[in-house]
């Protein structure tokens, strides 16, 4: 099996200083992760290594390298091996306070340009952070590695960068929906295809490649986004709500439309990723009932969904919170709220709060499920563009259509009015609409854009509304997201993105 540590650190080294030539480098420690590494960076490395133990010395001259016999953690040692001259410095003995001490001196005494150590223990690695040390955990190297061998659809795994980006293998499968496209019409963002095997053909890949069944892609980009696209790639599967969390998270108020809450709650599990549905009772004015729960819990035995209940809050704000600090969820469904003059200047309304603590998308219901057609209302903001990839994932599942309602007003939400830059954008989703099969029809929009959204809402099921930040509304300002959020006839998902 490849060692993992040693492809996370040489991957570093060879982006890092691709460019240069006999970069000098110390390696303490001569373990098999140490000369598998140095077999790797020979011989356009500059090699020196550190170890006491004669016989791992022996091996590391044998391929080549200036070795240095005695203890590393003497400042004496380190001059010896060059310390002053080099460019990297590599702490890999099996004792995490012996590497420490190494990468101190290292850092402190003698400003190796980068330092580089593992830890055996995760307790070690806020003291390596401390001294501004790149830290590996090898346990988590491990799970890392097995868990990507085991994976669905996904051969390996490869972090780089110190976890700004990733390499992964991925098969393109028979049933997959990029089989027989150019990578062109892919339109890929913060990810590539780097590289392309095929049978015993290797292929660097350019606009007019066209990939093909059983080809096996080299993936490179950024973590967050990557695995979604490797499934996406592979087999063309949806993915909500796993992007966000695992399970939807439903607030139960004494409403008399609780119920119908649930039962949308229900139809999205049943037609997502869902893992199950958690519930947290809400008390107001101690005129709460238990009835509910025990509709809910019966409702969801009835479909054999997995229903958790917490215990009741008083304070739904203060309950979620600590729920969202303790695990992630894929989204939060609220019951319809009214929206009045006071929240327009200023007054906050219950599901802004809500959002404000959040990490996932927010659906206010209105029981118009199933999500037959989805609306979009689109400008050329990062925050509508996923939401846009978000509709195309949901639709997956549902078998629904998706309309964009394209806005140009400079004003909505977060947008700026470029129209070049709202027409890539469209272009660039259509494409991954198109790796789904699914269609994108624009509905240009004359006018007020939010009350031009509102006039068509009706004819849909499901609006997504992508925004770059909840903020307070004021009587000359108004945060769009929530208007639409209150004053839409169809049930609306709020997808928040930060920046």
Same mark, same amino acid.
Request: glycine share 6%; hydrophobic share 40%; charged share 25%.
């Given at each position: ?7 996370? +650190?040489?991957?570093?080294? *060879? ?6 030539? !006999? &970069?000098?480098?110390?390696?303490? =420690?001569? $373990? ?108 988590? +190297?491990?799970?890392?590695? *097995? ?6 659809? !996904? &051969?390996?795994?490869?972090?780089? =960068?110190? $976890? ?336």
């Amino acid at each position: 099996m490849i060692n993992k540590a040693c492809l996370l +650190l040489s991957y570093h080294l *060879i982006l890092i200083f691709m460019s240069e030539k !006999k &970069i000098k480098i110390i390696i303490v =420690g001569l $373990g098999k992760t140490a000369i598998y590494l140095i077999k790797r960076l020979l011989p356009n490395w500059e090699i020196t290594a550190i170890d006491k133990n004669r016989e791992r010395l022996n091996e590391a001259r044998k391929l080549g390298v200036k070795v240095i016999e005695g203890d590393a953690t003497s400042d004496l040692i380190l001059r010896e091996a060059g310390v002053e001259h080099v460019s990297f410095l590599l702490a890999l003995t099996n004792d995490d306070e012996i590497n420490l001490e190494i990468s101190r001196l290292a850092k402190k005494n003698h400003k190796v340009r980068e330092v580089i150590a593992l830890a055996s223990a995760e307790e070690s690695l806020d003291r390596f952070d401390n001294i501004g040390v790149k830290v590996l955990l090898k346990t988590a +190297l491990l799970a890392s590695h *097995i868990g990507n061998l085991i994976e669905k659809h !996904k &051969i390996s795994a490869t972090c780089i =960068g110190w $976890g700004m980006g990733e390499i992964q293998e991925l098969t393109i499968l028979p049933g997959s929906k990029v089989k027989g496209k150019r990578l062109r019409e892919i339109k890929p963002t913060d990810w590539l295809i780097g590289a392309i095997y095929r049978g015993t053909q290797f292929i660097i890949p350019h606009g007019n490649t066209i990939l093909k069944e059983n080809d096996k892609v080299l993936l490179i980009g950024d973590p967050k986004v990557l695995s979604d696209v490797a499934v996406m790639l592979s087999i063309g599967e949806s993915n909500f709500p796993l992007q966000f969390g695992s399970r939807i998270l439903i607030p139960l108020f004494n409403s008399y439309e609780m119920k119908s809450i649930i039962e949308e709650g229900i139809y999205i599990s049943l037609n997502s990723s869902s893992q199950g549905i958690d519930f947290l009772p809400v008390v107001y004015k101690e005129r709460y009932s238990k009835d509910i729960i025990l509709w809910a819990k019966e409702r969801c035995e009835k479909d054999n969904i997995s229903c958790h209940f917490f215990d009741k809050v008083d304070n739904i704000l203060k309950g979620l919170a600590n729920i969202f600090n303790q695990q992630g969820y894929g989204l939060l469904l609220l019951p319809q709220e009214p929206f009045r003059l006071r929240n327009v200047i200023g007054v906050h309304t219950l599901s802004f709060n809500i959002m404000k603590i959040a990490s996932c998308p927010v659906l206010m219901s209105r029981s118009t499920y199933p999500y037959k057609r989805i609306l979009v209302p689109f400008n050329d903001s990062f925050a509508s563009e996923k939401a846009l990839e978000l509709a195309i994932d949901i639709s997956t599942k549902t078998n629904g259509t998706i309309s964009v309602a394209v806005v140009k007003s400079p004003e909505y939400i977060s947008g700026k009015d470029t129209t070049q830059e709202l027409r890539n954008s469209i272009e660039r989703l259509k494409g991954i609409g198109d790796i789904y099969r699914k269609e994108i029809k624009e509905i240009p929009l004359v006018g007020n854009p939010v009350k031009e959204i509102l006039k068509i809402n009706s004819s849909f099921d499901l609006m997504i509304v992508g925004q770059t930040r909840v903020r307070q509304s004021s009587i000359f300002k108004p945060d769009i997201g929530q208007y639409l959020l209150h004053k839409s006839s169809c049930s609306v998902m709020i997808l928040t993105r930060e920046g």
